[in-house]
C-alpha cells in the first residue's frame, strides 16, 4: 500500500509538471486586460494537486493510448475545476478567503475580476478541447459533450446549487451522496472518461468499468475531505480546518461518525478497486490513484 | 428603408418563435436543483429581442444553407448572451437591477442562483453546439472554437473586463472602439460567422466580407444603444435611461456629441452594406438586419 501511494505521488508530480507547462503556454497568449488575464494565472497557476489531470492521463494510460493525448482534455478538466472553485469563493457563494494557502482570488484580487477569470477559464476549457491536437473532431466533439455535461445544470453546477441550498438543512446519507454525485463526482468520472476517450478503440463495457471505478473514487474523496475538515490542520489542508462543520454543511462523520465515515471510505476504496478488476498492469496507477486519495493527509 | 425595417421585424419575429421553442426545450429536462433551472429559465426565456439568433439564422440563409442547420448555434449563441447579461447585471459588476423591463436574476432569485445560472448557461451553448443535429463533426468542432474564442477573454470576457477598468476614465474613440470590438461585437461577428458555417461550401473570402458587414454592425449596434441611452425612455428601452451616464460610463455621444454620433452610426451602416456587395438577394435579411439595428428605438 505504501509503495502504491507513492507510486501515485510520482504519478501526481509527472503530470503536474505537464499540465502546468501547458496550462502556462494556454494563459500566456495576448492579454486584452492585464488585470483579467493575471487574476486567470493567479487562479490555476497557484497550486493545487491536479488529480483530474492526473485521473484523466492514468486512464489513458489504462487504455494504451498514449499519454500524450490526454494532455489537452486533462488541461481542460482542471480550467473547469479551477473556474468553479474562484466562483465558489465568491462572498455569495461559500465567502472563502483562503484557498490552497492563499488569499482567494476575490480577495487577492476583487469580485469583479473572479467573477470574470471564472467565467474566462470555462470558455478556455470548451475552447481547448476544440483545438486540442491528435485528436479526431468526433474524440473532440464526444470529449465537449461529455465535459459540458458533468460539469453543467445537470452536474457540477447543479451540486454546487444542491450543496447552497443544504446548508443548515439535515440530509441523509442517500442526500449527501446525490450533492457530492453532482457537485466533484461528475467531474472525476469526466476526468476518467475523456483518458479512456483518447483510444479509438474503448468499449462501452470498458467505459463503464471505468465511470463506475470514478464514481466510488469520486465519493472516496470526499469522504476523505469531510474527515481532513475535521482531522487535519489548516497549514496542512490550505484552507480552514473546521470550515465545513462552521458553516453547519452537512458532512459524513456528522452523519455517520469518524469511525463510520472511515468504514465507508474502506468499501468505496473496495468497490473503486474491483472495477478495475478486468484491466491488466497498464491500469495499475488508476489503482495507485485510488489508494492515494483514501491515505492522503491534503 | 420602412420596407427593410419592417421585414427585419418579421425575420426577429420568427427567428425569436423559433428559438424561444428550442431554448423552452433544451431548458425542460430534469431539474437537478429546480431553483437553478428557474433562474436559468427567467433569464433566457424572459423576452430579448434575439438579434444574435437571428443574425446567425439570416447568414445561413445568404449562404443557401437550410436555416434549421442554424438552429443550434443560434441557440449556443443567445446562451452566451444571456450568460453574459446575468453575470454583468451582478452587483459587483454592474450592479443593475432592472433588464428587459424585469427585475435582474439577482433580484428576482439571489445573488448565488444568478452566479450559478450564468455559469451552467455557458455550459449549455457548448453542450448544445456539441449535439448539433445536422452539422458534422468538422463543423461543430469549429463552431465551438470560433464561439469559444469570440466569448472567452480575448473576447467577450475580456471587453467587460476593459469595460469595468473604464468606469470614471477619460477613453479616446479608439479605447472605446476597442472595448465594444470585444464586449459586444466579439459576439456579434461569431453569430454571423456561425451562420455562415452551416455551408460547407462557404470560402474565406465570404466568411471575411461576412465577418466585415458584422464588424461594422456590432460597432453600430453600440452607438445606437448609447444615443438611446440618452433619448430613449426607461419603458420602452427595458433599463434605466440615463443609466451610463450616471455611472460615468464612456459613450459615443459624449465623446462625439449627439449629431457627431448619429453620423458616426450612418457611416457604420455604409460600411456594413457595402461589405455584403458582393452577395445576392440571399443576403437582403443581413441587409434588412443592419437597417433595423440603425433604427430601432429599444
Known amino acids: 500500500?505504501?509503495?502504491?501511494?507513492?507510486?501515485?505521488?510520482?504519478?501526481?508530480?509527472?503530470?503536474?509538471?505537464?499540465?502546468?507547462?501547458?496550462l502556462d503556454r494556454c494563459l500566456a497568449r495576448n492579454a486584452t486586460s492585464e488585470r483579467l488575464q493575471e487574476t486567470m494565472r493567479y487562479s490555476v497557476l497557484g497550486g493545487g494537486k491536479r488529480v483530474r489531470p492526473a485521473l484523466c492521463m492514468a486512464a489513458a494510460r489504462a487504455m494504451g493510448s498514449d499519454e500524450s493525448t490526454a494532455l489537452a482534455p486533462a488541461c481542460a478538466l482542471e480550467l473547469i475545476h479551477a473556474y468553479s472553485l474562484v466562483h465558489d469563493d465568491l462572498p455569495a457563494m461559500d465567502d472563502?478567503?483562503?484557498?490552497?494557502?492563499?488569499?482567494?482570488?476575490?480577495?487577492?484580487?476583487?469580485e469583479a475580476s473572479a467573477i470574470l477569470a471564472g467565467d474566462a477559464l470555462q470558455t478556455l476549457a470548451f475552447a481547448l478541447l476544440s483545438d486540442a491536437p491528435a485528436l479526431s473532431d468526433r474524440q473532440r466533439v464526444t470529449m465537449i459533450s461529455e465535459l459540458a455535461r458533468a460539469s453543467g445544470h445537470q452536474g457540477?453546477?447543479?451540486?454546487?446549487?444542491?450543496?447552497?441550498?443544504?446548508?443548515?438543512?439535515?440530509?441523509?446519507?442517500?442526500?449527501l451522496e446525490t450533492m457530492h454525485r453532482h457537485k466533484t463526482g461528475a467531474l472525476i468520472e469526466a476526468s476518467v472518461r475523456l483518458g479512456a476517450l483518447?483510444?479509438?478503440?474503448?468499449?462501452?463495457?470498458?467505459?463503464?468499468?471505468?465511470?463506475?471505478?470514478?464514481?466510488?473514487?469520486?465519493?472516496?474523496?470526499?469522504?476523505q475531505d469531510d474527515l481532513l475538515d475535521i482531522e487535519g490542520d489548516t497549514e496542512v489542508i490550505g484552507k480552514r480546518q473546521g470550515s465545513d462543520a462552521a458553516r453547519a454543511k452537512p458532512t459524513y462523520p456528522a452523519l455517520l461518525g469518524i469511525e463510520g465515515a472511515r468504514q465507508h471510505l474502506a468499501r468505496l476504496l473496495d468497490e473503486a478497486l474491483s472495477a478495475l478488476e478486468s484491466f491488466d498492469s497498464e491500469a495499475d496507477t488508476l489503482r495507485a490513484m485510488a489508494d492515494y486519495v483514501v491515505a492522503r493527509s491534503h
Not at 7 to 16: F, S
Not at 98 to 103: A, E, K, N, V
Open 198 to 223: 483518447t483510444s479509438e478503440t474503448v468499449t462501452e463495457c470498458q467505459l463503464s468499468n471505468l465511470t463506475d471505478y470514478a464514481s466510488a473514487l469520486g465519493l472516496a474523496f470526499q469522504v
Open 156 to 175: 457540477m453546477v447543479g451540486g454546487q446549487a444542491i450543496d447552497l441550498e443544504s446548508v443548515g438543512q439535515q440530509l441523509s446519507v442517500a442526500q
Open 1 to 22: 500500500m505504501d509503495h502504491r501511494i507513492r507510486q501515485a505521488e510520482a504519478y501526481l508530480d509527472q503530470c503536474r509538471h505537464q499540465v502546468d507547462r501547458e
Open 96 to 110: 472563502d478567503d483562503l484557498r490552497r494557502g492563499r488569499p482567494t482570488a476575490h480577495i487577492a484580487f476583487d
